[in-house]
């Protein structure tokens, strides 16, 4: 594998959808790391050392030197292993574009979700799917612009943005066993649903997946956790 003896730790969380996209990067491109799995309600030392500012996974520690968010890591990464399967684009252009599509992962879709999934009311939960539907659909025209007929953002081979996108998908199946809800719709997003298919059926996706039944049963204790938190509170 390259990368190997390296000497790349990375701090992260096994549910956490932007662990995941740096896992879901290295594991591309190939790169042997050692995982070091984060109790993020007693957080260790390590990750307060390596991430003062945000105290948060993930965290990923090259030759001892912490580099902090997720999209920073993955453009790190791509740097440093730049012979191996290149995330982003070459040309300057294309870069500037696959980053404005991460960003709007991140702005968007993925605040989104989160108030899709963890609302405090179920009309901030609606207002969340709401949003949530309609950053899809920006997505879908982003899918047919960049892959111009071929099975990724990034082309043949998946690139940023795949990767960017992919730290969702786990959490998106989870929702889909949970609320039955399909966010990449085969009928209004059907590029997008193609996409989940192809993007979560390669090996080196497959490898670093966490279990769909394993989330459920986390968001489910909770969500628990926060209904007895409220009740207690209306108390
Ligand atoms: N923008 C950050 C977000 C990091 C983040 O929110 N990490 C969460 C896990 S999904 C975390 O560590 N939460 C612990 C906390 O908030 O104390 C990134 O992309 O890396």
Not at 11 to 26: D, I, T
Request: proline share 5%; hydrophobic share 45%.
């Amino acid at each position: 594998m390259a990368g190997g003896g390296n000497d790349l730790k990375l701090l992260a969380m096994w549910a956490s959808p932007v662990a995941l996209r740096v896992r879901l990067a290295l594991s591309i491109k190939g790169i042997s790391y050692e995982y070091v799995e984060q109790d993020l309600r007693n957080k260790s030392d390590l990750l307060l050392q390596s991430n003062p500012v945000h105290k948060k996974v993930p965290v990923l520690i090259h030759g001892g030197k912490p580099v902090c968010e997720s999209l920073v890591i993955i453009q790190y990464i791509d740097e440093v292993f730049s012979g191996a399967g290149p995330l982003l684009p070459v040309d300057p252009y294309e870069r500037a574009v696959a980053r404005f599509w991460a960003a709007f992962i991140d702005d968007k879709l993925m605040k989104a979700n989160y108030q899709a999934s963890w609302g405090k009311t179920e009309e901030e939960k609606s207002e969340g799917m709401k949003l949530m539907c309609e950053a899809v659909e920006t997505l879908e025209g982003a899918l047919r612009d960049c892959c111009k007929g071929k099975a990724f953002f990034g082309g043949d081979n998946p690139g940023y943005v795949d990767v960017v996108l992919g730290g969702i998908l786990a959490w998106v199946r989870a929702m889909e066993a949970m609320l039955g809800i399909k966010t990449f719709n085969p009928v209004t997003t059907p590029l997008l649903a193609a996409w989940a298919d192809n993007f979560g059926a390669l090996e080196a996706v497959e490898a670093v997946m966490p279990d769909v039944g394993r989330l459920v049963e986390f968001a489910m204790k909770i969500q628990s956790a926060a209904a007895a938190e409220a009740a207690t509170a209306a108390n």
